[in-house]
Each structure stands twice: as C-alpha cells, then as structure tokens.
C-alpha cells in the first residue's frame, strides 16, 4: 500500500510540474522528473505520477526501482496492464507505448539508466528482485 503522505506529495509535484511546465519541481538530485499518465491496474481511472526517466530516442525509459525495495511499485502494474501512457517532459506531451524490456534489451538499457541516475546500481545490489527497466517507444 502506497504511503498517504507520498501519495499525496506526488499529487502536489504532477500538478506544478504540469503548470509551470516542468520549470517547477522537475528534477530529483540531478535526474529529470517527467509525468507518466496512466490508468489504474484495478480502477482503470487516469492517474499522473511524477517519475525519474532516461531519455531513449522519441521514447524514455523508466525504471522501476522503488529504491531496491523488495517488491514492484504500484505504477509498475498499471503499465503492465495498461501499457498506453503519455509522458509529459517539460512542456511536451508523447503518447507511448510502454513494455518491459526483455533480459537482453535491460542489458543494453541497463548502463544508460545507471549512468544517469548511478544509485540504480545500488538498488539492484540491495534487492533479490531484478528491477524491472520500461521502455517506452512512440505509439
């Protein structure tokens, strides 16, 4: 179950990063934050959640670290059931499609993802789960 205080804070960042056109509350540390609207795996209601990306081509990648917690984070199953989503970067929204990489795309993946963000790395290491990498092409 998704923390309320998180929930709520991430309500808070999709909205000003919406309205000030990712100018405001658009970066983690030093990664770029996107938006990801997606529906709900049970609800099926259209959600935006605040997400790091790496950027791939027209498309982005996005990890699904939860930080090497042992278990996927709840977005997680919602792109696996409801893999059409739009990403807002910035100012900019792309409708794409998003799939779990296969083990031999996640091994080419897997270096740019830790490049820009090299905590992921540490996250793989504390967690017996295999960090599942999406990536997300033009629909």
Not at 11 to 30: C, D, E, K
Not at 66 to 95: C, F, M
């Amino acid at each position: 179950m998704t923390n309320p205080l998180i929930k709520l804070f991430a309500q808070l960042n999709a909205t000003v990063y919406r309205m000030s056109g990712g100018r405001v509350m658009g970066r983690f540390g030093s990664s770029d934050i996107c938006v990801v609207r997606m529906q709900g795996a049970k609800t099926g209601r259209w959600r935006d959640v605040p997400l790091m990306y790496v950027p791939n081509g027209e498309g982005v990648f996005l990890v699904a670290s939860l930080g090497g917690a042992p278990s996927n984070p709840v977005w997680y199953h919602n792109l696996v059931a409801h893999p059409d989503i739009e990403v807002l970067v910035k100012d900019q929204t792309r409708k794409l499609r998003a799939r779990v990489a296969s083990a031999a795309e996640k091994a080419s993946a897997w270096p740019k993802c830790v490049a820009a963000y090299p905590p992921y790395e540490a996250y793989q290491k504390k967690t017996t789960r295999d960090i599942p990498v999406f990536i997300c092409d033009p629909r």
